[in-house]
């Protein structure tokens, strides 16, 4: 099982970035799938859950209107797009199997944000 991370960098405050998951070993589309960061010196953080069709999707009150979780199971590929980003933002983000609530399966490697000016 291999989930790979990918579109991290540093941006600009009020910029975009778009992060993909690149996904091998199981298939995406039978499973929820979440975005999880942390940043420097705190714990990990649960930021955004999508289900198997997509048709629902969950963000924590911070990113809600700024980031949107999607996917592409034809291509296995996870995607989160983050616009209006903020110094907040910066942090390691990871692509993982699973939820908050069930519990995750699988991480990926990450990718670094940096916000700053």
């Known amino acids: 099982v291999q989930l790979v991370e990918s579109g991290g960098g540093m941006e600009q405050p009020g910029g975009s970035l778009r992060l993909s998951c690149a996904v091998s070993?199981?298939?995406?589309?039978?499973?929820?799938m979440s975005w999880v960061r942390q940043a420097p010196g705190k714990g990990p953080e649960w930021i955004s859950s999508?289900?198997?069709?997509?048709?629902?999707?969950y963000y924590i009150d911070s990113v809600k209107g700024r980031f949107t979780i999607s996917r592409d199971n034809a291509k296995n590929t996870l995607y989160l797009q983050m616009n209006s980003l903020k110094p907040e933002d910066t942090a390691l983000y990871y692509c993982?199997?699973?939820?908050?609530?069930?519990?995750?399966?699988?991480w990926g490697q990450g990718t670094q944000v940096t916000v700053s000016s």
């Open positions: 070993g199981f298939t995406i589309s039978n499973y929820d």
């Open positions: 993982v199997r699973g939820t908050a609530a069930l519990g995750y399966a699988y």
């Open positions: 999508i289900i198997p069709t997509g048709i629902s999707t």
